[in-house]
Antibody, heavy 120, light 106 residues
Framework: EVQLVESGGGLVEPGGSLRVSCDASGFTFSVYSMNWVRQAPGKGLEWVSSISSGGDYIYYADSMKGRFTISRDNAKNSLYLQMNSLTDEDTAIYYC?????????????WGQGTLVTVSS | IQLTQSPSSLSASVGDRVTITCRASQGINSYLAWYQQKPGKAPKLLIYAASTLQSGVPSRFSGGGSGTDFTLTISSLQPEDFATYYCQLLNPYPLTFGGGTKVEIK
């Protein structure tokens, strides 16, 4: 059974940093691209970042470029998102989602999400 | 590239045929997916490559279109279909989601 379990969310002050993680199981993690998607309270979905299976191709939404860093450890079956210079607009549930080698297949498995709250 | 969904919400009855539209600001071939999200839950993939039904998704869901105009159709709305639906650009980067369409019970 495919499982994605996010962790690391919590309360952080504006300007602070946080790293969220996603532990994967039930599939061969190293052959899939992986993604982060967030959702602010009561709002729609927002794509955050994607990383290819080997970690050599990385993409970010414009509003997160330079502040967020996606990475993965295929030996640990884990995906990470390092978030710096956080503002209240970064308050959201952060979901990790499995992609595929093909660009056109969408995200077929999602974690339950981890809540990041930026507030003083 | 921006995705514009319409309507932003709709009210429908069980058994109704429902169509949601997603318009891209420029041509994206068939690089589009559709998701369903229920309150407090993660999104669920329904359709990819604009018209391919994800495994396990009921056949009352269908997707169509290419280029700039896409549709998600539910042929006969069921009680479990009341949810919010999102389209997603799959290529090129940066990716984006549509604003969502909330399907409510009439």
């Amino acid at each position: 059974e495919v499982q994605l379990v996010e962790s690391g969310g919590g309360l952080v002050e504006p300007g602070g940093s946080l790293r969220v993680s996603c532990d994967a199981s039930g599939f061969t993690f190293s052959v899939y691209s992986m993604n982060w998607v967030r959702q602010a309270p009561g709002k729609g979905l927002e794509w955050v970042s994607s990383i290819s299976s080997g970690g050599d191709y990385i993409y970010y939404a414009d509003s997160m470029k330079g502040r967020f860093t996606i990475s993965r450890d295929n030996a640990k079956n884990s995906l990470y998102l390092q978030m710096n210079s956080l503002t209240d607009e970064d308050t959201a549930i952060y979901y990790c989602a499995r992609g595929s080698a093909a660009a056109n297949k969408g995200y077929d498995y999602w974690g339950q999400g981890t809540l990041v709250t930026v507030s003083s | 590239i921006q995705l514009t969904q319409s309507p932003s919400s709709l009210s429908a009855s069980v058994g109704d045929r429902v169509t949601i539209t997603c318009r891209a600001s420029q041509g994206i071939n068939s690089y589009l997916a559709w998701y369903q999200q229920k309150p407090g839950k993660a999104p669920k993939l329904l359709i990819y490559a604009a018209s391919t039904l994800q495994s396990g998704v009921p056949s009352r869901f269908s997707g169509g279109g290419s280029g700039t105009d896409f549709t998600l159709t539910i042929s006969s709305l069921q009680p479990e279909d009341f949810a919010t639906y999102y389209c997603q650009l799959l290529n090129p980067y940066p990716l984006t989601f549509g604003g969502g369409t909330k399907v409510e019970i009439k």
